[in-house]
């Protein structure tokens, strides 16, 4: 079956840099578009970034220039790096296996979350 699983997430001061990772499993990872979304407490969950199989990128505009989406089809793994982190950025954050290989296609899996902390 799918399985997503998050790591890398932590508390981090305004202005650090965080490496977030998803290993997948139980698919062929290669064929699919992943994203990574956010939630913030009280607030409905965001996509943040989506990679599609042909490793064309996008990004959502509260994160365009700090982020950077990447995937590495031999390892199974999906990356989100994420500098100049704000406090705003505080949040789970999920991977998410697309429903096809492109940008439109809907999450139809997601990882059990990693919690981002960003405050001094």
């Known amino acids: 079956q799918v399985q997503l699983v998050e790591s890398g997430g932590g508390l981090v001061q305004p202005g650090g840099s965080l490496r977030l990772s998803c290993a997948a499993s139980?698919?062929?990872?290669?064929?699919?578009?992943m994203a990574w979304y956010r939630q913030a407490p009280g607030k409905e969950r965001e996509q943040v970034a989506v990679i599609t199989s042909a490793i064309f990128t996008q990004y959502a505009a509260s994160v365009k220039g700090r982020g950077t989406i990447s995937r590495d089809n031999a390892k199974n793994t999906l990356y989100l790096q994420m500098n100049s982190l704000k406090p705003e950025d505080t949040a789970v954050y999920y991977c998410?296996?697309?429903?096809?290989?492109?940008?439109?296609?809907?999450?139809?899996?997601w990882g059990q979350g990693t919690q981002v902390t960003v405050s001094s």
């Open positions: 139980g698919f062929t990872f290669s064929a699919y578009a």
């Open positions: 998410a296996r697309l429903s096809g290989g492109s940008y439109y296609n809907v999450p139809t899996n």
